[in-house]
């Protein structure tokens, strides 16, 4: 397909997911890791602006292997990646709220990685991009 062809994806439009708790989840994500929830009718949520994103920051889709254990061993099936401003900062943050912080980094030259695991049990990647030059 090319460039100019119509119907094409052009970037990812939301995250959706269960949770046991949507309104606490959302409550907790809120107070450590500084999203603005809303309440959207029987459901929580928050949006991102692509401008307030780091101009070296993007949006990845990738499809892993079944087997993969880059998720975590919990089984699931999907892993977010959260773009942040300040990787420790953000993984104290998540510390504070009582979320396992995986010990694990990650640096690349297109930045630097975290993880911990959220109070549902999710795993979640936390990404550092690097600095504009």
């Given at each position: 397909?090319?460039?100019?062809?119509?119907?094409?994806?052009?970037?990812?439009?939301?995250v959706?997911?269960?949770?046991?708790?949507?309104?606490?989840?959302?409550?907790?994500?809120?107070?450590?890791?500084?999203?603005?929830?809303?309440?959207?009718?029987?459901t929580?949520?928050t949006?991102?602006?692509?401008?307030?994103?780091?101009?070296t920051?993007?949006?990845?889709?990738?499809?892993?292997?079944?087997?993969?254990?880059?998720?975590?061993a919990?089984?699931?099936?999907y892993?977010?990646?959260?773009?942040?401003?300040?990787?420790?900062?953000?993984?104290?943050?998540?510390?504070?709220?009582?979320?396992?912080?995986?010990?694990?980094?990650?640096?690349?030259?297109?930045?630097?990685?975290?993880?911990?695991?959220?109070?549902?049990?999710?795993?979640?990647?936390?990404?550092?991009?690097?600095?504009?030059?």
């Amino acid at each position: 397909m090319s460039e100019s062809a119509k119907g094409r994806v052009l970037g990812v439009g939301g995250v959706f997911f269960r949770s046991r708790d949507p309104a606490a989840l959302g409550s907790w994500y809120e107070k450590y890791l500084g999203f603005k929830v809303e309440e959207w009718g029987d459901t929580r949520g928050t949006s991102f602006a692509p401008a307030d994103m780091p101009e070296t920051a993007f949006t990845v889709w990738s499809a892993f292997a079944s087997k993969t254990d880059y998720f975590g061993a919990s089984g699931q099936g999907y892993m977010i990646n959260l773009v942040v401003d300040d990787l420790d900062a953000a993984l104290d943050n998540v510390a504070a709220g009582d979320a396992e912080v995986l010990e694990e980094r990650e640096e690349h030259d297109f930045g630097r990685f975290g993880w911990f695991v959220d109070p549902d049990g999710n795993r979640v990647e936390l990404w550092e991009p690097p600095a504009a030059e």
